[in-house]
């Protein structure tokens, strides 16, 4: 973006950044009907995906395959990592899953993920339940 506003400069009082062929700004059903759809149709994305969905595909590629928590904030440009970690949060991975051999153990025995809630437990805590 940086480099396309530095060979692009946004120009007018309103400072588009992307104008339509006429000038003004983008009607959004005049790009999805005459760019989007079109271009989803050849690449054979299914009908009626949106720019968002593929957005967030794109930043869970980015997290699957390794991807800091800055780089993926600053690749979708978001104000802060905050607001990366509020969204996907739940895709990075924990300790347990980098590493799949590894086990915690200690008092409260082995901890598993239950496969219905997600949630964590140790053997001790599934006893007492």
Not at 9 to 28: D, K, R, S
Not at 101 to 128: D, F, L, Y
């Amino acid at each position: 973006m940086k480099a396309h506003l530095r060979d692009f400069p946004a120009g007018g009082p309103e400072g588009w950044i992307f104008t339509a062929p006429q000038g003004g700004p983008v009607v959004y059903m005049h790009f999805m009907d005459g760019s989007w759809r079109p271009a989803c149709a050849k690449a054979g994305i299914p009908k009626g995906t949106g720019p968002h969905p593929l957005r967030h595909h794109y930043a869970s590629l980015l997290i699957k395959h390794g991807e800091s928590v800055k780089t993926v904030s600053e690749r979708l440009g978001h104000t802060n990592a905050a607001m990366t970690l509020n969204i996907y949060t739940q895709l990075w991975p924990d300790s347990e899953e980098r590493e799949p051999g590894r086990r915690r153990q200690g008092v409260r025995g082995p901890v598993r993920r239950c496969p219905a809630t997600g949630r964590r437990s140790s053997v001790a805590e599934r006893i007492r339940r």
